[in-house]
């Protein structure tokens, strides 16, 4: 069974790229197939030496720091590989890397993340970041986007089995494609973490410092309460971040993972705003034996044994859920986490978070691969 890899781009080592390292784990992968591969030295362990080939996008100007001003061209970029030498095609997409093209006589396999979120659900907040919201350039942005919309519909065609990281993404995939998907929770390295349970007096976040993590408004609101915040993360809303904290909340940058451990282990509690996916970091938090106080919505439903302030909570309730991603609604659910310090127990915590291990997701996946060829085998063989 030869098989071939196709990942979207290599530029880091965050979520996708930790399932991309199990994948690699599962089985002998002869090539990695990606956009563009500007992954640092330093951070290559994970690909376990297997060769990679990267599309013409690679050698484009400013490829690296320019990436998704090259969205136009990915669709044919990614049609660019020849894969046809390969038995199993295992797709790791959230975007782009599921249109490879294939053919009747392979297996092809997406791992999705989800659909992808620039040219469907997060449309208009792109539009409006990129101030291509109205005018000439706007118009020309969204004929794109409804060039990519329209080719997202029709290469999903392409996978033979979704695999999905949660049940919130199923679902986004059945309204988008109209395809059934098969839910594996992504690999959580909870043995990175150790359970601490004495807590220190302060919140912790981390995380990618993008619009839609809506870490501006977790400072904001501990701006306004005048709790303690430790914030770790980098990225383009960092200026307006900065902007808006006050003397009790402490803005690191971009961290290692030992001091990110380190935080995670010692606060109170773990805060996270975003309408997520899954989210990897509430589980590792989780690890650590720290309860975790999360937008209501998304990803976090389906990580957190959490409860909404206004529910009494139950053995293992691991954190509390708010309702809308204001300032207000985040304020009473730290109010409610505070006048209930007894009802959290950071071995619950951790026994949830152990629920998501990496050889959990290991075995599932290679499980599920193996059962599928199996049974593509034996419809060829029947064909005969």
Known sequence: MRTAVVHDWLYTYVGSERVLESILRCFPVETIYTLVDFLPDDKRFYLNHVPVKCSFLQHMPWAQSLRRHYLPLMPLAIEGFDVSAFDLVISSSSSIAKGVLTNSEQLHICYCYSPGRYFWDLTHQYLHGSNLSSGVKGFIARMILHYLRI??????????HFITL?????KRIWHIFRRESTVIYPPVDVDKFDLK???????????RLESYKKVDLIVETFARLKKKLVVVGDGPELKKIKAKATANIEILGYQPHAVVQDLMERARAFVFAADEDFGIVNLEAQASGTPVIAYGRGGSLETVHGVFPETKPEKGTTGIFFKEQTVLSLSEALDWFERHPDDFDPRDCR??????SRPRFEREFKQFVETKWEEFRANRRSQI
Do not use: G, L, P, Q
């Open 166 to 170: 949660s049940h919130y993404i199923a």
């Open 151 to 160: 080719w997202d519909v029709s290469n999903s065609n392409r996978v033979d």
């Open 351 to 356: 026994k949830n978070a152990e629920r998501f």
């Open 197 to 207: 349970s004495d807590k220190e007096d302060f919140y912790f976040t981390v995380s």
